[in-house]
C-alpha cells in the first residue's frame, strides 16, 4: 500500500483532472456562443478575471439571456 503522501497527492490530482476536464468543455461553450453571436473577442483573454464580464458590459449587441425569453 502507497503512503499516506503518495494517496494525498494522487487524490489531488484526480480532482485536478475533474476539475480540468469540467472547465474545457465550459470555456469552448463559452467561446462558441461568443462567435455564433458575432461578439469580437480576445481568445487569449476571454477566461481570465474580469474579461468576460467588461467584454458583456461593453458590448452593444450583447443581451441578456433573461431579456431574450
Do not use: C, W
Amino acid at each position: 500500500m502507497a503512503s499516506t503522501q503518495i494517496r494525498d497527492r494522487r487524490r489531488t490530482l484526480r480532482y485536478r483532472n475533474l476539475v480540468i476536464r469540467q472547465t474545457v468543455p465550459l470555456k469552448n461553450r463559452v467561446s462558441g456562443l461568443l462567435m455564433e453571436t458575432g461578439v469580437d473577442y480576445n481568445k487569449h483573454r476571454l477566461h481570465k478575471v474580469g474579461y468576460f464580464q467588461d467584454l458583456m458590459s461593453t458590448n452593444k449587441r450583447s443581451t441578456r439571456v433573461s431579456d431574450r425569453y
